[in-house]
């Protein structure tokens, strides 16, 4: 079974930065692609930025776009979310998913669409 593992999370001020990372317990230089979603209390989780590594694109929600990038250490099976200027409404648990293959369809921006998901790490931005 595969694990994925976030951590880095925490507590930043507005307007500051934060990285936190994603590590999966299976290589991951041939998978299809991945996710960053996001869930904050009494609400539904959502769609942050994805990864195609088949593609070689990335793609991020309007509300996070110019601010937050998503990159890969494939020596490392590692993926990172760096968040820049950070806004109280970016307070969440943050999630990491894996798609490994194209078996089904479906789009980046979904948790469907994915096949594995980590645990969560809390980031609390203070105003």
């Known amino acids: 079974q595969v694990q994925l593992a976030e951590s880095g999370g925490g507590l930043v001020q507005t307007g500051g930065s934060l990285r936190i990372s994603c590590v999966s317990s299976?290589?991951?230089?041939?998978?299809?692609?991945m996710g960053w979603f996001r869930q904050a209390p009494g609400k539904e989780r959502e769609f942050v930025g994805s990864a195609s590594f088949i593609g070689g694109t990335t793609y991020y929600a309007d509300s996070v776009k110019g601010r937050f990038t998503i990159s890969r250490d494939n020596a490392e099976n590692t993926v990172y979310l760096q968040m820049n200027s950070l806004k109280p409404e970016d307070t969440a648990v943050y999630y990491c998913?894996?798609?490994?293959?194209?078996?089904?369809?479906?789009?980046?921006?979904?948790?469907?669409?994915?096949?594995?998901w980590g645990q969560g790490t809390q980031v609390t931005v203070s105003s």
């Open positions: 998913a894996y798609k490994w293959s194209l078996e089904r369809g479906g789009h980046f921006s979904t948790v469907a669409f994915y096949d594995d």
């Open positions: 299976r290589p991951t230089f041939n998978a299809y692609g």
